[in-house]
């Protein structure tokens, strides 16, 4: 069983359309995050929701918006695509442990979208 | 002051080699510091982690090394392998109660045969 789902894998879409990234995870966690990875391999956050809350909002465009219907459910809608919002888009989940500093991410495996 | 800075950029090692990336923050308050493996159209994948209060963890060739004055960590791949070949992050994550990991740049680790 997988255990942080996202689909679809691969996305390929014009300028100005809109589209989204559904992500799902079977690990009980309480936090999902939205991570974007560029042709550089960085890994930046974007958004974290812990038990369905937004509780980290990075600068990202307006036209980025997340919804997390549920805790195992993290999806991303991205409004008017640009070429720059070519990257490949991670979702991740993780549980918090009271008292405990680490928590480990689980990552999926990742969407890439291309923009044309 | 939220940056993690890691280096090489790129490694290549013979088999048989140890691999060494190094890694280093500025701020305090982070509590915890992972490493991910990724493969070539694969998410990343837990490693190894480190907490402040330990100077070192190993978990089979693989090893942390952690030095809190100087605020750097670095992993070491003893007996490197081409199955090793991946790009490597190091990773903070910014105190507790928080949920932010801030993610160095990558290394990307090829291990000839």
Same mark, same amino acid.
């Given at each position: 069983d997988?255990?942080? #789902? %996202?689909?679809p894998k691969y996305l390929v879409t014009q300028m100005g359309n809109d589209k989204s990234i559904k992500c799902e995870q079977n690990l009980g966690h309480d936090t999902m995050y939205w991570y974007k990875q560029d042709s550089k391999k960085f890994l930046k956050i974007m958004?974290?929701?812990n038990n369905k809350e937004l509780i980290i909002n990075e600068t990202v465009p307006n036209r980025f918006s997340p919804k #997390?219907?549920?805790k195992a459910h993290l999806n991303l809608h991205i409004n008017s695509l640009e070429l720059g919002d070519s990257a490949v888009y991670f979702c991740a989940s993780s549980q918090t442990k009271p008292n405990y500093s680490g928590n480990t991410i689980y990552f999926g495996e990742g969407s890439w979208l291309t923009v044309v | 002051q939220q940056q993690v800075k890691q280096s090489p950029q790129s490694l290549i090692v013979q088999k048989g080699g140890i691999s060494i990336i190094n890694c280093a923050y500025e701020n305090t308050a982070f509590d915890y510091f992972p490493w991910y %493996? %990724?493969?070539p159209g694969k998410g990343p994948a837990l490693l190894i982690a480190i907490r402040p209060d330990v100077s070192e963890k190993k978990e089979g060739r693989f090893t942390i090394s952690f030095n809190k004055s100087a605020k750097q960590f670095s992993l070491h791949i003893m007996d490197s392998q081409p199955g090793d070949s991946a790009t490597y992050f190091c990773a903070a994550k910014g105190g507790r109660g928080t949920y932010k990991y801030i993610f160095g740049t990558g290394t990307r680790l090829k291990v000839l045969a």
């Open positions: 997988t255990a942080v #789902s %996202q689909t958004f974290s929701y #997390s219907p549920d | %493996q %990724q493969f």
